[in-house]
């Protein structure tokens, strides 16, 4: 599975929108975005994925670049619930589901 | 069940001790995965099984990890001869979906995880 690159860690201030970014530039074409995030001690939450298209749901939205060597999960109302660890993951499709985490970003929500 | 879970939630055990670690997934999930987790660390995949059968072990450290799920429902970690270095949270997850095919239906869930502690 391809590697990512995140920051390790972004601030936000509450009600405003957390845009975490991450590169995988060496995404091969049948890869795709997925996104996990993990709050404090708990386990890890899955959040959304994509191949190509934009997508969203009642969590987030994954915006994933032409080239697909970037994309970046965005918390369009952040709140102090959403601070978190959040992970970028590239997989390819099928032969299980098996998840390979690096270090993620951690994101911290602040009045 | 409702959801993953995972049993003891805390162990703490002497050096050169075995433990096992059991793993209870959702009802119905074909897939089930080990996780190890160290303080600060993204989780580390271990070994996963579709159904009984053991699909992947290669991120299981040494031979003193094994891992089973004989009738493809309820699975356990063993590590034998714990060392000090074993200590951290271990973290089970099920999927519905053997195939990994994406979709929403097709999301993985996380135990609680299983916290050990080698003295």
């Known amino acids: 599975d391809a590697k990512t690159t995140q920051p390790p860690s972004m601030d936000c201030a509450e009600g405003r929108a957390a845009n975490l970014p991450c590169n995988h530039s060496?995404?091969?074409?049948?890869?795709?975005v997925y996104w996990y995030r993990q709050i404090h001690s708990q386990g890890p939450q899955y959040i959304i994925h994509?191949?190509?298209n934009n997508e969203t749901n009642e969590m987030a939205s994954l915006i994933i670049t032409e080239d697909r060597k970037s994309s970046t999960l965005i918390l369009p109302h952040a709140t102090l619930r959403d601070t978190a660890v959040y992970y970028c993951i590239v997989r390819v499709t099928g032969g299980g589901n098996k998840l390979t985490f690096g270090t993620g970003t951690q994101l911290k929500v602040e009045l | 069940g409702a959801g993953v879970s995972q049993s003891p939630r805390y162990k703490v055990t002497k050096r050169g001790q075995d433990v096992a670690l059991r793993c209870d997934p959702i009802s119905g999930h074909v897939s089930l995965y080990w996780y190890r987790q160290a303080l600060g660390q993204g989780p580390e995949f271990l070994t996963y099984?579709?159904?009984?059968?053991?699909?992947?072990k290669s991120g299981l450290p040494n031979d003193r990890f094994s891992a089973e799920r004989p009738e493809g429902s309820i699975s356990t970690l063993t590590i034998q001869r714990t060392e000090q270095r074993d200590s951290a949270m271990y973290r089970c997850?099920?999927?519905?979906?053997?195939?990994?095919?994406?979709?929403?239906?097709?999301?993985?869930?996380f135990g609680e995880g299983s916290w050990l502690t080698v003295v």
């Open positions: 060496t995404i091969s074409g049948n890869e795709y």
């Open positions: 099984f579709n159904y009984e059968a053991q699909q992947d």
């Open positions: 997850a099920s999927s519905l979906d053997p195939t990994g095919v994406p979709s929403s239906g097709n999301t993985i869930y």
């Open positions: 994509g191949l190509k």
